[in-house]
């Protein structure tokens, strides 16, 4: 089992940053990669970015490339979004994932959650 917490969510208004940090625990944790998936308001969940635990393969949704970025802390079990130039189409609940792999991350197959952080981007 892999426990995940996010924090770092709340409001910001346009072209503005957040950052985004998951803190990882569990068994097996440095097998996984870890990613982000947000939930936009009536919308279904979605792939924004995934990272290998070796830091050596990322994957980044068409929408946020350019903008956001995917980092690993591996001494503190944390995964980073940072976040710029914030749209108000970026608000959206963020989720952090972990899985087997980037690719099985990307393809939302089996992914264990966390509880998610609120994003509001104002206009």
């Known amino acids: 089992q892999v426990q995940l917490v996010e924090s770092g969510g709340g409001l910001v208004q346009a072209g503005g940053s957040l950052r985004l940090s998951c803190a990882a625990s569990g068994r097996t944790f440095a097998t996984y990669a870890m990613g982000w998936f947000r939930q936009p308001p009536g919308k279904e969940r979605e792939f924004v970015a995934t990272?290998?635990?070796?830091?050596?393969?990322?994957y980044y949704a068409d929408s946020v490339k350019g903008r956001f970025t995917i980092s690993i802390d591996n001494a503190k079990r944390t995964v980073l979004l940072q976040m710029n130039s914030l749209k108000p189409e970026d608000t959206a609940v963020y989720y952090c994932?972990?899985?087997?792999?980037?690719?099985?991350?990307?393809?939302?197959?089996?992914?264990?959650w966390g509880q998610g952080t609120q994003v509001t981007v104002s206009s």
């Open positions: 990272i290998s635990w070796g830091a050596d393969i990322m």
């Open positions: 994932a972990a899985g087997p792999s980037t690719s099985t991350i990307r393809r939302n197959d089996n992914n264990y």
